[in-house]
């Protein structure tokens, strides 16, 4: 970690905003947050589509009730958004499309529709409430901003332990107490693969050998490490070098293997 003092703080050369873009993009470059989106819109349409089922029972009188009016129009909104938001993501959901919905990401204009998609099934709940009791209304708005503010408060206070924790762990590191500062580490959460993830998982390489001669291409379910022996058809059983990563492909420099 380094920096000037009174600028901040950065790794790396990049600051912690940058970082936490690079992070976020990353979502969209293998598709997980496009998945996810995707999901969930599909969720918000399905609630949305199920309110208006539910309205095939209600008689011609409460139809007319102003509460459930606002609903069939906030829910009807939710509806729409939400099915074209189903559709861009599953149209353009392929590797080639992935930086074109990155970039509608990053227009207001797509900002602003999303958020209708997602506050109009929230807002068209609320006046479904107040259509059925004014009570059971101001029960849930109670409760919906006492989450808002138990999760801020909670966030609030994540990020002060982490700030104390981070400060503790680099005065052990400038005190040279690296026992000290590893067992402060010991706790962390460490996110692991699913055994589904793991078994379709591919990682693809480039294979040369000690001259940079190019062996040819494997793809591998596991991130290869140095020392690591594997079969070819072409060149046979061949070992793990260097590894070599650059923004179009990594290259495994190996040579052959006696084993």
């Given at each position: 970690?380094?920096?000037?003092q009174?600028?901040?703080p950065?790794?790396?050369?990049?600051?912690?905003?940058?970082?936490?873009?690079?992070?976020?993009k990353?979502?969209?470059?293998?598709?997980?947050?496009?998945?996810?989106?995707?999901?969930?819109?599909?969720?918000?349409?399905a609630?949305?589509?199920?309110?208006?089922?539910a309205?095939?029972?209600?008689?011609?009188?409460?139809?007319?009730?102003?509460?459930?009016?606002?609903?069939?129009?906030?829910?009807?909104?939710?509806?729409?958004?939400?099915?074209?938001?189903f559709?861009?993501?599953?149209?353009?959901?392929?590797?080639?499309?992935?930086?074109?919905?990155?970039?509608?990401?990053?227009?207001t204009?797509?900002?602003?529709f999303?958020?209708?998609?997602?506050?109009?099934?929230?807002?068209?709940?609320?006046s479904?409430?107040l259509?059925f009791?004014?009570?059971a209304?101001?029960?849930?708005?109670?409760?919906?901003?006492?989450?808002?503010?138990?999760?801020?408060?909670?966030?609030r206070?994540?990020?002060?332990?982490?700030?104390?924790?981070?400060?503790?762990?680099?005065?052990?590191?400038?005190a040279?107490?690296?026992?000290?500062?590893?067992?402060?580490?010991?706790h962390?959460?460490?996110?692991?693969?699913?055994?589904?993830?793991?078994?379709?998982?591919?990682?693809?390489?480039?294979?040369?050998?000690?001259?940079?001669?190019?062996?040819g291409?494997?793809?591998?379910?596991?991130?290869?490490?140095?020392?690591?022996?594997?079969?070819?058809?072409?060149?046979?059983?061949l070992?793990?070098?260097?590894?070599i990563?650059?923004?179009e492909?990594?290259?495994?420099?190996?040579?052959?293997?006696?084993?």
């Open positions: 970690m380094n920096g000037n009174g600028s901040e950065t790794i790396n050369g990049k600051t912690a905003r940058e970082l936490a873009l690079i992070a976020f990353s979502g969209y470059e293998d598709g997980t947050i496009i998945a996810r989106q995707q999901h969930m819109s599909s969720v918000l349409g609630i949305s589509f199920a309110f208006f089922l309205l095939f029972s209600a008689s011609t009188d409460t139809l007319s009730k102003p509460a459930l009016i606002a609903s069939e129009i906030l829910f009807s909104t939710s509806l729409v958004s939400n099915i074209l938001i559709f861009l993501y599953k149209t353009l959901s392929g590797k080639n499309e992935r930086e074109y919905i990155w970039d509608i990401e990053n227009t204009y797509a900002g602003i999303k958020f209708i998609a997602l506050a109009t099934p929230i807002l068209g709940t609320f479904l409430i259509h009791s004014v009570t209304f101001i029960f849930s708005v109670a409760t919906g901003l006492l989450g808002v503010f138990t999760f801020l408060l909670a966030n206070q994540i990020t002060s332990r982490l700030s104390k924790l981070g400060a503790y762990q680099r005065s052990l590191l400038h040279e107490r690296d026992e000290d500062y590893f067992k402060s580490t010991e962390e959460f460490k996110t692991r693969s699913t055994a589904e993830e793991i078994c379709t998982r591919k990682y693809d390489y480039c294979l040369k050998n000690q001259e940079k001669q190019l062996i291409f494997i793809t591998l379910n596991h991130q290869a490490v140095v020392g690591d022996v594997f079969e070819t058809a072409k060149s046979g059983s070992s793990i070098l260097r590894i990563h650059s923004e492909t990594t290259t495994l420099i190996c040579k052959k293997s006696m084993e």
